[in-house]
T-cell receptor, first 110, second 114 residues
Framework: GQQLNQSPQSMFIQEGEDVSMNCTSSSIFNTWLWYKQEPGEGPVLLIALYKAGELTSNGRLTAQFGITRKDSFLNISASIPSDVGIYFCAGETSGSRLTFGEGTQLTVNP | DGGITQSPKYLFRKEGQNVTLSCEQNLNHDAMYWYRQDPGQGLRLIYYSQIVNDFQKGDIAEGYSVSREKKESFPLTVTSAQKNPTAFYLC?????????????FGPGTRLTVT
């Protein structure tokens, strides 16, 4: 089946720093989604991308749909303690099924 | 408030017992999904349903069963045939087929089988 390689697996940063994480695949996706999950909760949708090359922002978050349609990145600027959590990328090809990356665990030190 | 409800939040069962996890949505979404999450891992698709009275197996359907008798409800049964049922189970819904593939998740049910 399709696989998404998400990196890094974990990040430890200081408050105020910028963060970048990405997902790559050997498969082409029609849609890229980025989610954040806090401990014991369900993932919350942050950003959805539908066109190759699309760059979308949501507050301090910016995500891009790679031009080859095989990758996407998420940037978080000026991190704050509440940014802590696990960030997942997800790609959709057809039939409404999503393939998820394994997540990036973000820790922000005050 | 519109959203997805999963109950209970925590569930404990003895090995060999079947258990049913509830998922209800009032978002008027056509499609619903069940995922399993193990510690430190991503989400794996168990079953999904794009319309009432129809559902398809996901990547790890063995040992699970579902029904979709109502648009709002998509219960998941973890049977005794599931070899390693202890996990965090997540339900999601979406409105596919309209160029929008965003899945929205419930709060999850943590199942512990001993």
């Amino acid at each position: 089946g399709q696989q998404l390689n998400q990196s890094p697996q974990s990040m430890f940063i200081q408050e105020g720093e910028d963060v970048s994480m990405n997902c790559t695949s050997s498969s082409i996706f029609n849609t890229w989604l980025w989610y954040k999950q806090e401990p014991g909760e369900g993932p919350v949708l942050l950003i959805a991308l539908y066109k190759a090359g699309e760059l979308t922002s949501n507050g301090r978050l910016t995500a891009q749909f790679g031009i080859t349609r095989k990758d996407s990145f998420l940037n978080i600027s000026a991190s704050i303690p509440s940014d802590v959590g696990i960030y997942f990328c997800a790609g959709e090809t057809s039939g409404s099924r999503l393939t998820f990356g394994e997540g990036t665990q973000l820790t922000v030190n005050p | 408030d519109g959203g997805i409800t999963q109950s209970p939040k925590y569930l404990f069962r003895k090995e060999g017992q079947n258990v049913t996890l509830s998922c209800e949505q009032n978002l008027n979404h056509d499609a619903m999904y069940w995922y399993r999450q193990d510690p430190g891992q991503g989400l794996r698709l168990i079953y999904y349903s794009q319309i009432v009275n129809d559902f398809q197996k996901g990547d790890i359907a063995e040992g699970y069963s579902v029904s979709r008798e109502k648009k709002e409800s998509f219960p998941l049964t973890v049977t005794s045939a599931q070899k390693n049922p202890t996990a965090f189970y997540l339900c999601a819904s979406s409105t596919p087929g309209q160029g929008i593939d965003e899945q929205y998740f419930g709060p999850g049910t943590r199942l512990t089988v001993t």
